[in-house]
């Protein structure tokens, strides 16, 4: 028995039951319990016919490290079953993904348009390098669905977005902005790293694809780097093929560990669900916070929405810290103990950062309030520690910064 | 930080995994190196040869210690390599007392190996005390227990082992690997030496073969680091790498598969093709009340059933499951089935495994991340397809 997805089964099986089973063999070279990693760049052929047969009868095998790894095929089976989607598909990281979609999915003279709350590196990609290609990059405030249907023109081939955004946590009503593109022959893309398959299922609301930097909470160690797009096999194929020719595959260690991790994604994600609204609870009533951004409070803006869809609302908080400048919210960020200072998210260690210095700060003021990061904004990471350590740690560094 | 207050999760993540200096990578470093460049002749840094020690494996051990609320800690290549380092404790002329619900290969040890050394060795139910008491001789230097016991589940009272232990002037020893520090920490009851298969619960993933042993007294770190500096049964730094990645979910993934063995006992218990069922947390196990008390918060994963049927039934039942694979090893996230009588007790003589109860229709399952109701629903399937159930 190989397991493929969740609904092949009698009954829909467990998420773990998919984590740890799907896409796995039964039994398994060597009669191992676990997969082998294929280290091997190149895999042989017997002899001449059986590369004319792979070739002419495209007989589905290795060929060469860069087109595909057995076990880059179990990791990409379980996250297709984990995001009930036909297909899915690994990159060495969640930019190389949606580079790699972009690039195969667009042409010269073809428009995009992105909810503005996304990653910034994702626009710089856009638009910085596929203006360089002429394609047009429009964006649009996240959430002004009917801004997002006013731009779209007959050249516009996606709509994108986030959904939770980063860092203000917006979530995309995403059965809206699907039929949104339904209804214009575009195609939709939501990357749903800040959410992941656990709390949204992006394609059962009929988006196009699923885009994850799998870096997060699905490998969840802080360990390794990885990118995933899930679709259907037809959608993929392009993107599939471009990808053997630029080369973005990730190691098959690499995609061991994301295998690995994956077998307690549900464990991890019931935590991290729990660690957020637990803390974005305590920040919420604390005298020094002046506003937390996290969408299952009752006060964010899309609470609603993301009640009605989502099963749990992440790990990720972002709070304003009431009269500091970045100095004072800097020394807030300083007196913590339990969370580390850095970028990334989504790991079992709690990281904490301030967006004006870890993400914008070669960036003008006036830049930085179009963006929508204020001085005195902290990004917290949950990680799976207990959390009273993490309450009781925040606690302490709030109350020993002196403002 | 001072990391004792903190809860056993936040120290699994963190104690042992320091921020790197050079880099602030949060995940410490793979070291990889044999051997270590030294200040000088005959002026030795922090570590010299990966034998004698190793910056990954070291991180490796201060986690352990922290969450066996030990001291110090000692990471082998597998769990029978420590529980041979403390055997090596002993001399010619020492007896050994250990209980007779233990594991094939520490069996195996101790009465085919330890015997050749003029090391004394009997067993005795470790769950009757008296018996206990009275099986201890002037030079009985150690008492090695289990609990739970394998495969048959029974509950030894660890606090009561050490006292008498103490009493006799010898160690106690207490292989928690069944229970894992998640709900058993012996040292906080009094035993000496914990000693751990690191290769189940946890490294967690059927993906390494480790061991450990975990002390509170220097003294008897510095006798164990002695024999395995000078034995050599270290654990591999990717190994030991693979362990602290696997111990950051351990709590997460023993307290779910609590929760799940539990329910399987219960279902089980109520089907018709099963005799009994060998569980600490059902109440009818004789060890049930002294489990609630010892163990925190949960009954752990491993559990053993009789079928009604001998040999052949129970060697079809374990054949037919789909979901839990038919293997030895335990404690990790895909669940494992096996018969005793025909694998991981297969070393025991006959005649003993017949006096311990290790019957021929036992079945041992190790439960492991798989949503119980898939679960449950393999083992009533397999029990189907070998002529158990209708």
Known sequence: MQLTSRETAAKPLGISTVTVHAGEDRQKPGNSITDPIFCSATYTFPNTQSVIDFIEQKQPREEYGRYGNPGEKVVEKKLAALDGGESALLFSSGMAAIVGLLMAKLNAGDEVIFFDECYHRSREFCTKHLSRFGVTTHQVPAGDYEAMEAAITPATRLLVSESPTNPHLSVVDLERFADLGRRHDVETLIDATLATPYNVQPLTEGVDYVLHSATKYLAGHNDLLAGAIISTAEK??????????????????????????????????????????????????????????????????????????????????????????????????????????????????????????????ECTPEERKSFGIPDNMIRLACGIENPEDLVADIEQALESASL | ?????????????????????????????????????????????????????????????????????????????????????????????????????????????????????????????????????????????????????????????????????????????????????????????????????????????????????????????????????????????????????????LELRVREQSRSALRIAEFLAEQSWVERVLYPGLPGHPGHELAARQMQGGFGGMMSFELRGGFEAAQCFVESTRLFQLAVSLGAVESLIEQPAAMSHASYDPADREAHGIRDGLVRISVGLEAWEDLRDDLLQAAQAAGLAG
């Not at chain 2, 020690?53 to 352990?64: H, I, Q, V, Y």
């Open chain 1, 236 to 361: 993929l194929e392009p993107v599939r093929k471009l990808r053997g020719i630029m080369g973005a595959v990730n190691s098959p260690h690499n995609l061991y560990l994301l295998e690995r991790g994956l077998k307690t994604f549900e464990l991890r994600m019931q935590r991290q669900n729990e660690n957020g609204i637990k803390i974005a609870r305590f920040l919420e009533q604390h005298p020094r916070v002046e506003q937390v951004y996290y969408p299952g409070l009752e006060s964010h803006r899309d609470h609603e929405v993301a009640r009605r869809t989502m099963r749990g609302f992440g790990g990720l908080i972002t709070f304003l810290v009431k009269d500091a400048d970045w100095r004072q919210t800097g020394a807030i960020v300083d007196a913590v103990r339990i969370p580390r200072i850095g970028p990334s998210l989504g790991g079992v260690e709690s990281l904490i950062e301030q967006p004006l210095v870890m993400s914008y700060y």
């Open chain 2, 1 to 249: 930080m001072d990391t004792s207050s903190l809860r056993f999760r936040t120290r699994a993540i963190h104690v042992g995994n320091e921020k790197e200096p050079r880099t602030g990578a949060v995940v410490p470093p793979v070291h990889v190196a044999s051997t270590y460049i030294q200040p000088g002749a005959g002026t030795w840094g922090e570590y010299d040869y990966t034998r004698s020690g190793n910056p990954t494996r070291s991180g490796l051990e201060a986690t352990l210690a922290s969450l066996e609320s030990g001291t110090r800690a000692l990471a082998f290549s597998s769990g029978m390599a420590a529980i041979h380092a403390v055997t090596m404790l002993l001399r010619s002329g020492d007896h050994l007392l250990a209980g007779t619900d233990i594991y094939g290969g520490t069996y195996r040890l101790l009465h085919k190996i330890l015997d050749r050394t003029g090391v004394e060795v009997s067993l005795v139910p470790a769950t009757d005390l008296a018996k206990v008491e009275a099986a201890f001789r002037p030079e009985t230097k150690l008492l090695w227990i289990e609990s739970p016991g394998n495969p048959l589940m029974s509950i030894t009272d660890i606090g009561a082992c050490a006292e008498l232990a103490h009493r006799h002037g010898a160690w106690l020893g207490v292989d928690n690997t069944f229970a894992s520090p998640v709900l058993t920490r012996p040292l906080e009851l009094g035993a000496d030496i914990v000693m751990h298969s690191l290769t189940k619960y946890l490294g967690g993933h059927s993906d390494l073969l480790g061991g450990a042993l975990v002390v509170r007294q220097q003294e008897l770190y510095d006798q164990l680091y002695f024999v395995q500096n000078a034995t050599g049964a270290v654990l591999s730094p990717w190994d030991a790498f693979l362990t602290s990645r696997g111990l950051k979910t």
